[in-house]
């Protein structure tokens, strides 16, 4: 996603299919090809996206043995105002791979494109970003990381010298950092194109070697600007303070007391072995309900909140502006005016959450590029078209198509 360009609710820019060109004795590093990903075939996205972990190298996120149910309920059809549009229309024409929405804890609504099934896990690109940092609510309240105020270099003494030395956890979570970043997606030349693809530094991850060379464009705290390796970043925050994984302490903060039902994957960084908190994380369309689920809960866990309150108050709230009215970000998180919020990732990923309706709307999919307004639009009518079938009284509700 990019910065301004990010989500009128998610990103205007578009990715086209080109190769990112190497001599032919030059054997791609993994950083690289990650990075090729983005420019990858849509028949490459549709076989590959469920089969991350398996083609990067990944951390394991263990279940445990008890699961969260997700019994079924009352069947439901949305309804989109055009009247003419289906779900399997616009499944089929926005190569979604699963849709499943919760109501009240239920499922209400699951499809299944063909080769996808209960068991598939699917990347979520950034709907990781939003993982993370709940991850860091959850060591915020565990007294691993002191403060929103605390500075980057108390945590990653390499960004001393650079222009994140005294950028704050609060910032970062905002992602206004001030730091000059370009997220174009379809631009093999812009930094979240380039981030991975340099050698390794001195055995630390690919993004610390690359941000701390970049330079300041904006006092911090002043201007919001979508980065992923900021995300990155963070991820590697909360693993230096917790001494974990994040996909260790997602399986023992999360999964497993939650209740997920089976185990999800985290792609790690080739130079340190560290996960990738702005995106990589795996899992089934079921788990991410669930994460979903856990959001409506109040971030609680057998009755007993696990996020600190001071994260739990920003999070789902808006902090910044998007330049797209109705539509804010909190903590790594897009919020709504309506109190509704959402993880969001490219190619067509998210996790919605609407308390007032006590709704969860997941998607995934390989969308034919990475964003853009016709595919953000056509989201936004998908769960609009679900909120006005939960709005409609049962009776006048018609039979799935």
Known sequence: MRSTICLRLLCLVSCSAVAWPLPASETPSVGQQREDVLFWSQAEHTARFSR????????????????HALPQGAALTPQWKDGSTTLAGYMTTHHLAGVLVLQHGRIRLQRHAPGFDDSTRWTSFSVAKSVTSTLLGIALRRGDIHGMDDTLDTYIPQLRDSAYAKVTVEQLLTMTSGVRWNEDYAD????????????CENGQAHVISYLAKLPR????????????????????????????SLAAYLSQAIWKPYGMASDAYWLKDECDGSDTGGSGLSATLADYARIGQFMLDGGRIGGQPVI???????AMRKQQDVDSPGHGYGYLWWTDTDGSYAAIGIYGQMVYVDPARQLVIVQVGAWPQATSKELVAARRDFVDAVKRAVDVPPAMAVSAR
């Open 52 to 67: 991350m972990y398996e083609i990067f190298p990944a951390d394991r996120v263990d279940h445990g043995a008890h699961v």
């Open 188 to 199: 093999p030349h812009s930094d979240v194109a380039q981030m991975y693809r340099a050698a």
């Open 308 to 314: 600190a309150e001071a994260w739990m108050h920003g």
């Open 217 to 244: 464009a904006y006092p911090a705290g002043t201007h919001w600007n979508y980065n992923t390796a900021e995300t990155d970043l963070l991820g590697i925050l909360v693993q230096r303070a917790t001494k974990q």
